[in-house]
């Protein structure tokens, strides 16, 4: 049985994470941490270096803990979405655990491109989860 958790560099993504192990754990299963990004010549080099190291910073602290896992970096031109949730479609995972922004009263009336197309179409539970307010 698979969790799969969708990554980004900020603290949603870092809470997503957190959670998503968190439920591995509870579930024993396996995590598969998934970062997408479309690739091509407009993308920032220097930010996919960035997401490379800290992927490779999670495996490792992963193994370390003893948690069964995959990090999945994927540059296949889908949008994160599809990526998302062709690899929980292919696991047949459990449960996907997605990180969500806090959103001004305009903002809350769209949740998010991503996360709703996300919620609307998964093929199992979606666990949506928000960072703490900041100060």
Not at 55 to 76: A, F, N, P, S
Not at 81 to 94: F, N, P, Y
Request: charged share 30%.
């Amino acid at each position: 049985m698979d969790i799969v958790v969708g990554f980004i560099r900020s603290r949603e993504g870092r809470v997503a994470l957190d959670r998503a192990v968190a439920e591995a754990r509870l579930r024993n299963a396996r995590l598969l941490v998934v970062h997408s990004s479309k690739g091509g010549h407009g993308e920032d080099v220097e930010e996919a270096i960035a997401y490379r190291d800290e992927l490779e910073e999670i495996g490792q602290r992963l193994k370390e803990e003893g948690l069964d896992h995959e990090v999945h970096e994927l540059v296949q031109g889908n949008t994160p979405t599809q990526d998302l949730l062709e690899v929980a479609r292919q696991s047949g995972a459990e449960m996907i655990v997605i990180g969500i922004r806090r959103r001004s009263p305009v903002g809350k009336m769209i949740l998010g491109s991503n996360a709703q197309e996300i919620l609307l179409n998964a093929d199992c539970p979606v666990l949506a989860v928000k960072a703490a307010a900041e100060d």
